[in-house]
């Protein structure tokens, strides 16, 4: 099934008039002030889901067509992100990929284990699917688990939005999955993209980023960001 969709422009028109997409003063966990923040938890209603899952779904099969035979969602975020996107996959593109995430806790009744859904063995290829990177804390938390299951190839992560931040290090999260674990990471805009599209443009009535929004974020970009 051939669908094609405009999933930058969509997604950034999405959390700007879903409010996904804050602007103020806040604090990032790293302890920086930023006029900027993404907070993915304001995505609350089924139509939501739907299109952000079909933006996911139109990267992966532009970049990642048969790199992979399952989605993987660490908890908690990660977990409506990989099912709904499993489910998109295969209503637009007929890709019919498994889907496994994570339990916080090992379940010891029942059946038992760590991961629901699909079970990993060895040779499968995975591929994260995640909402932002901050500081890398999931995959660090994950990638072993998966590795002591099966012998499991991870390659590849998907998340929506790119900050561009560097660490403490210097270097920005995403260089920092491709040097600890070879992942490259796949973002499906940047903030950069997020501010050439918003920048004056009237969406629904209102203008989201103004010069003075684009000053400010510029100024955090250019002090904390790698661009």
Not at 50 to 61: G, K
Not at 138 to 167: F, H, N, W
Request: proline letters at 3%; a neutral charge; hydrophobic letters at 40%.
């Amino acid at each position: 099934m051939k669908h094609k969709t405009d999933y930058k422009a969509n997604l950034i028109e999405l959390i700007a008039t879903s409010g996904v997409l804050m602007f103020g003063d806040f604090t990032t966990k790293s302890g920086r002030q930023t006029p900027y923040f993404v907070n993915s938890g304001r995505f609350v209603t089924g139509e939501h889901a739907n299109r952000v899952s079909e933006y996911y779904a139109a990267l992966i099969q532009e970049k990642l067509a048969g790199k992979f035979d399952v989605l993987f969602g660490p908890a908690y975020k990660g977990i409506p992100l990989c099912t709904l996107t499993a489910t998109a996959l295969f209503r637009m593109f007929g890709v019919n990929a498994g889907y496994c995430f994570n339990r916080k806790e090992v379940k010891t009744h029942g059946d038992g284990g760590m991961f629901v859904g699909w079970q990993p063995k060895d040779g499968d290829r995975f591929l994260i699917i995640e909402d932002v990177i901050s500081a890398g804390t999931s995959v660090r938390e994950v990638y072993p688990l998966l590795k002591s299951a099966a012998d499991v190839q991870i390659t590849d992560m998907v998340i929506s939005v790119d900050r561009m931040e560097r660490g403490s290090g210097g270097t920005t999260a995403v260089e920092e999955m491709r040097t600890e674990f070879g992942i490259t990471v796949h973002p499906l805009v940047t903030v950069v993209e997020i501010i050439e599209h918003l920048h004056n443009r009237e969406i629904e009535g209102k203008i989201y980023i103004n010069d003075e929004m684009r000053s400010k974020m510029e100024a955090y970009i250019g002090r904390y960001c790698a661009i």
